[in-house]
């Protein structure tokens, strides 16, 4: 069981836009403005898409978006393409140097 | 052109012993903490150890257990995952990745190496 809860799948068609929570406790989202966010295509290793709650990696398109409010953080995918199709994985440090993440999301672009 | 690659991965048995390696060039490898991170087939990501720029801060997360131990030779461009007394749910991809600053502070990672799997069986 992952310490922060995501959805097991999303959809949208392209063009569309999809949202993906992933939510966490006052331990860790809640109080550190360190989530992250990472984009994994099968067999392939995770590719940061947003680091420190919005930020975003150069390189990384501008549909690419993210927030947190609460306990919860969000990463938005604007204008849908089939090239981001894969497994999405949120992070979040939770103090005493400890790092969790989230079960994952597979996008999936209908 | 930024590049980590993990080898030292395979079949062992339970109870045994195996040394990642995670060799890295493009960047000035002195100058980054360095992470190892796992992911057991099917399943999601999950942090293991980070270590400081010099190796003089170590942080491993509580599954760890003192059975493994993270380490780096600058002069090599090399960070290690040395795991001790595996098990079977320690069988995973083992990704190392390079952290956005010199301490051990696991925070974010970029890049991330392809991976290297171990499987713990008899």
């Known amino acids: 069981q992952s310490a922060l809860t995501q959805p097991p799948s999303a959809s949208g068609s392209p063009g569309q836009s999809v949202t993906i929570s992933c939510t966490g406790t006052?331990?860790?989202?809640?109080?550190?403005?360190?989530v992250s966010w990472y984009q994994q295509h099968p067999g392939k290793a995770p590719k940061l898409m947003i680091y420190?709650?919005?930020k975003r990696p150069s390189g990384v398109p501008d549909r690419f978006s993210a927030s947190k409010s609460g306990n919860t953080a969000s990463l938005t995918v604007s204008g849908l393409q089939a090239e981001d199709e894969g497994d999405y994985y949120c992070?979040?440090?939770?103090?005493?140097?400890?790092?969790?993440f989230g079960g994952g999301t597979k996008l999936t672009v209908l | 052109q930024v590049q980590l690659v993990e080898s030292g991965g395979g079949v062992v048995q339970p109870g045994t012993s195996v040394r990642l390696s995670c060799a890295v060039s493009?960047?000035?490898?002195?100058?980054?903490?360095m992470h190892w991170v796992r992911q057991a087939p099917g399943r999601g990501l999950q942090w293991v150890a980070g270590?400081?720029?010099?190796?003089?801060?170590?942080e491993y997360a509580d599954f760890v257990q003192g059975r493994f131990t993270i380490s780096r030779d600058n002069s090599k461009d090399t960070v290690y995952l040395d795991m001790n007394s595996l098990r079977s749910d320690d069988s995973a991809v083992y990704y190392c990745a390079r952290a956005p600053s010199s301490g051990s502070f696991p925070n974010w990672f970029d890049p991330w190496g392809q991976g290297t799997l171990v499987t713990v069986s008899s």
């Open positions: 270590t400081s720029h010099d190796g003089g801060d170590k």
């Open positions: 493009g960047f000035s490898f002195r100058n980054y903490g």
């Open positions: 006052s331990n860790d989202i809640g109080v550190y403005n360190f």
């Open positions: 992070s979040s440090y939770a103090g005493r140097s400890n790092l969790v």
């Open positions: 420190e709650v919005t």
